[in-house]
Each structure stands twice: as C-alpha cells, then as structure tokens.
C-alpha cells in the first residue's frame, strides 16, 4: 500500500496527538496539584516569583500527605 504526502501529514498529526496524551497520562497527581498550587499562587501576586514553583511543589506535598490519612 503505497501513502501520499497527505497520509504521512495526517499519520504525524495523529501520533503528536497521541504523544501528547500519553505525556498528560503520566502526570504524576502531585504534578497535577502542583499546577493547581501554582494557578493560586500566581492570581493572587505569591512573591518572590522566584519561590514560586518551590512553594508550590511544597503545597502539593502537604496535601498529598493530607489525602493519604
């Protein structure tokens, strides 16, 4: 089965698609509670920026361990 230049566009669509699913798949949950800790952080001006992400991280430890009693 011979594929036009179409095919292989649509076939490499179809697998960056894929790809990208399977990167959000593997999130891990304290990633997935990280970001929300740092959707927080940011709206309500947390500084120094530069601590951010750090404090972040830390808040989703904290609730990890809170989920896990």
């Known amino acids: 089965m011979m594929f036009n230049d179409e095919d292989m566009r649509s076939a490499k669509a179809q697998i960056r698609c894929l790809e990208n699913d399977l990167r959000v798949l593997h999130m891990a949950m304290r990633d997935h509670y990280a ?16 601590l951010v992400v750090e404090e972040a991280f830390r808040i989703a430890d904290l609730a990890l361990k809170e989920r896990s009693k």
């Open 35 to 50: 970001i929300a800790a740092l959707n927080g952080l940011l709206a309500y001006g947390y500084s120094p920026r530069e």
